[in-house]
């Protein structure tokens, strides 16, 4: 079953900036004389069969086949080169050609890939059931339910679905204060062992928010990056304990938070000396992502400022990226923002930020870490009726929703067309890309 809905053409670019990389003089000649002749007209090409002379003019229409293939990283600094380049935003016409490229386009993370897909059900008396699935094909068509285990004396413990690493092929979850990462392929399930600092005490409660998860390629390891805050226990679990409350050493009183990073390779964790912006969410991965050795996470707490918090598992450090909270220039300006709706995730290999408040979805990708400017809207896609929220990306352009009766829907940005995907009743779902990788997760040397 499938209906079509529209995908609005209004877009917006984000110009040039002064983000340029160095040039050597002879570099930048040559790309002085290039630019400045984007604009002369193809009749005016030297012949050259009669001077013997390479021709320096490129006509628009190959200066924009050629420049709609770029990533906007590349494409943002070349705005310096000349005014019509640098306007590039501005023009539908280099803009259509961009969207279809960059959709149409097979990033390398998705080769041998399938999709993760996380269900949860609710019956009637509010019991919640998770299931997990591998979903392949083109579209997604071959379905397989994963064997889950449960290592757990609890009837159908609710686990929530934190992150998949696509490197390692291996799963990040969380039951209650417990993380345990899952390796579907080769059956593996490792319960982390509590910090030390976590567990140290028996007077005080602690709550721990995964916020990050990934691969570290340079020392071969797979990290975990959590905050932790701490709470006295209340009176009557110091009774339940035969303990007073006089009588609790004061150095047992709560600690302040902190952010400690786990290391599978060495199987213990180490606290991180400086603070960060946390996230805004804890039991979903709509707000996180991993790319290349760096985890992101969305934070609104900043200043009350939008941004994105990048850590290095390599590193272990972290900078920021300012997040414009760009609505479309019809919105009504009485609109309360606090009410708006942000999915961080990844689109065809770039961080991507689909933002809604009602039913017309606004998707930006950002060109560059840690530049603000670089952020670019390229989709505005509805109003799509029925829509809850966004799920998830797929591959290339596809988008997956949760519909108002707990439907599974999948968008194609290239064709504008939505598919029923046959998944019904969800109380809440996510997807991930998931690749397999048959190496035991102990072995590590991924």
């Not at 990462?181 to 399930?189: D, G, N, R, S």
């Not at 996470?297 to 400022?305: K, P």
């Given at each position: 079953?499938?209906?079509?809905d529209?995908?609005?053409?209004?877009?917006?670019?984000?110009?040039s900036?002064?983000?340029?990389?160095?040039?050597?003089?002879?570099?930048?000649?040559?790309?002085?004389?290039?630019?400045?002749?984007?604009?002369?007209?193809?009749?005016e090409?030297?012949?050259?069969?009669?001077?013997?002379?390479?021709?320096?003019?490129?006509?628009?229409?190959?200066?924009?086949?050629?420049?709609?293939?770029?990533?906007?990283?590349?494409?943002?600094?070349?705005?310096?080169?000349?005014?019509?380049?640098?306007?590039?935003?501005?023009?539908?016409?280099?803009?259509?050609?961009?969207?279809?490229?960059?959709?149409?386009?097979?990033?390398?993370?998705y080769?041998?890939?399938?999709?993760?897909?996380?269900?949860?059900?609710?019956?009637?008396?509010?019991?919640q059931?998770?299931?997990?699935?591998?979903?392949?094909?083109?579209?997604y068509?071959?379905?397989?339910?994963?064997?889950?285990?449960?290592?757990?004396?609890?009837?159908?413990?609710?686990?929530?679905?934190?992150?998949?690493?696509?490197?390692?092929?291996?799963?990040?979850?969380?039951?209650?204060?417990?993380?345990?990462?899952?390796?579907?392929?080769?059956?593996?399930?490792k319960?982390?062992?509590?910090?030390?600092?976590?567990?140290?005490?028996?007077?005080?409660?602690?709550?721990?928010?995964?916020?990050?998860?990934?691969?570290?390629?340079?020392?071969?390891?797979?990290?975990?990056?959590?905050?932790?805050?701490?709470?006295?226990?209340?009176?009557?679990?110091?009774?339940?304990?035969?303990?007073?409350?006089?009588?609790?050493?004061?150095?047992?009183l709560?600690?302040?938070?902190?952010?400690?990073?786990?290391?599978?390779?060495?199987?213990?964790?180490?606290?991180?000396d400086?603070?960060?912006?946390?996230?805004?969410?804890?039991?979903?991965?709509?707000?996180?992502?991993?790319?290349?050795?760096?985890?992101?996470?969305?934070?609104?707490?900043?200043?009350?400022?939008n941004?994105?918090?990048?850590?290095?598992?390599?590193?272990?450090?972290?900078?920021?990226?300012?997040?414009?909270?760009?609505?479309?220039?019809?919105?009504?300006?009485?609109?309360?923002?606090?009410?708006?709706?942000?999915?961080?995730?990844?689109?065809?290999?770039?961080?991507?930020?689909?933002?809604?408040?009602?039913?017309?979805?606004?998707?930006?990708?950002?060109?560059?870490?840690?530049v603000?400017k670089?952020?670019?809207?390229?989709?505005?896609?509805?109003?799509?009726?029925?829509?809850?929220?966004?799920?998830?990306?797929?591959?290339?352009?596809?988008?997956?929703?949760?519909?108002?009766?707990?439907?599974?829907?999948?968008?194609?940005?290239?064709?504008?067309?939505?598919?029923?995907?046959?998944?019904?009743?969800?109380h809440?779902?996510?997807?991930?890309?998931?690749?397999?990788?048959?190496?035991?997760?102990?072995?590590?040397?991924?």
């Amino acid at each position: 079953m499938t209906d079509s809905d529209s995908i609005s053409g209004d877009f917006q670019g984000g110009g040039s900036n002064s983000h340029g990389s160095e040039m050597s003089p002879r570099e930048h000649k040559q790309s002085l004389d290039f630019g400045n002749n984007c604009n002369q007209n193809s009749s005016e090409m030297v012949d050259k069969s009669r001077t013997g002379k390479v021709m320096n003019h490129i006509p628009d229409d190959l200066a924009f086949c050629v420049l709609s293939k770029l990533p906007l990283k590349s494409l943002k600094r070349f705005g310096c080169v000349c005014q019509t380049w640098s306007l590039l935003f501005e023009n539908s016409h280099f803009m259509s050609k961009f969207r279809t490229n960059f959709i149409s386009h097979c990033h390398s993370d998705y080769i041998d890939t399938s999709l993760l897909l996380y269900q949860i059900i609710q019956s009637h008396d509010h019991t919640q059931y998770c299931s997990f699935y591998s979903l392949s094909g083109n579209r997604y068509e071959n379905r397989v339910k994963l064997d889950f285990p449960n290592p757990f004396q609890v009837e159908n413990p609710r686990f929530y679905f934190f992150y998949c690493d696509t490197i390692t092929g291996t799963i990040c979850l969380k039951f209650e204060n417990t993380i345990v990462l899952w390796k579907p392929t080769t059956h593996e399930f490792k319960v982390i062992p509590p910090s030390p600092v976590q567990s140290g005490s028996p007077y005080r409660e602690s709550q721990v928010f995964c916020h990050g998860f990934g691969y570290d390629p340079i020392r071969d390891d797979i990290k975990i990056i959590t905050f932790t805050t701490f709470e006295k226990i209340d009176s009557r679990a110091l009774q339940h304990l035969g303990v007073r409350r006089e009588d609790v050493p004061w150095n047992e009183l709560p600690f302040e938070p902190l952010w400690e990073i786990y290391s599978l390779r060495c199987n213990s964790w180490k606290k991180l000396d400086f603070d960060m912006p946390v996230c805004w969410f804890d039991n979903w991965s709509y707000e996180r992502l991993y790319t290349e050795g760096v985890c992101h996470w969305w934070s609104n707490s900043v200043n009350r400022e939008n941004v994105l918090v990048s850590f290095d598992l390599r590193t272990e450090m972290f900078f920021t990226t300012a997040i414009p909270l760009e609505i479309a220039p019809d919105t009504d300006p009485s609109h309360n923002f606090l009410f708006v709706e942000r999915r961080l995730a990844m689109l065809n290999g770039s961080i991507a930020s689909i933002l809604w408040y009602t039913t017309t979805f606004h998707i930006s990708i950002l060109g560059e870490l840690g530049v603000k400017k670089s952020w670019t809207k390229l989709f505005v896609v509805g109003p799509l009726s029925n829509i809850e929220r966004v799920v998830g990306t797929g591959k290339n352009g596809d988008i997956f929703f949760k519909t108002k009766d707990g439907k599974l829907v999948l968008l194609d940005l290239s064709t504008g067309i939505i598919e029923d995907m046959s998944f019904k009743g969800g109380h809440g779902y996510d997807v991930a890309i998931f690749k397999e990788n048959h190496i035991l997760m102990d072995g590590i040397n991924f």
